[in-house]
């Protein structure tokens, strides 16, 4: 059963052309289960086509509170993922801030 201490929340961006996730998603999406009271991400997942490539980005989310800003969470997603995603996995993870900016106002 979910906690009802956590939130969980997704952000949407699109991907470029020639990813082979393309071929299944016309948009890369990071979800995340956060924190209500800190706002820390305690678990991240994304549509990238591979699980070692989700699982990555998931670690390198993971312990970011929200409440900081999401900036230091796209620095570190920018120098250590790599791939051709990197651009839409930093929109998706602004997305997703937002939506939390909006949970954390009511």
């Known amino acids: 059963m979910p906690s009802t201490k956590t939130y969980f929340i997704a952000g949407h961006a699109r991907l470029p ?5 393309k071929s299944v998603f016309d948009t890369l999406t ?3 289960e956060i924190d209500t009271k800190y706002g820390v991400i305690l678990k991240a997942s994304c549509t990238l086509a591979t699980e070692h490539g ?3 980005v998931g670690e390198l989310l993971r312990g970011f509170s929200l409440r900081d ?4 969470p796209i620095r ?10 990197a651009n839409a996995l ?4 602004k997305d997703l801030y937002l939506q939390f900016e909006q949970l954390s106002k009511k």
């Open 76 to 85: 570190v997603l920018q120098n250590h993922y790599r791939g051709r995603a």
């Open 30 to 32: 990071i979800t995340a």
């Open 69 to 72: 800003g999401i900036e230091e």
């Open 54 to 56: 989700k699982e990555y």
């Open 17 to 21: 052309q020639g990813m082979a996730a």
């Open 90 to 93: 930093s929109a998706a993870l």
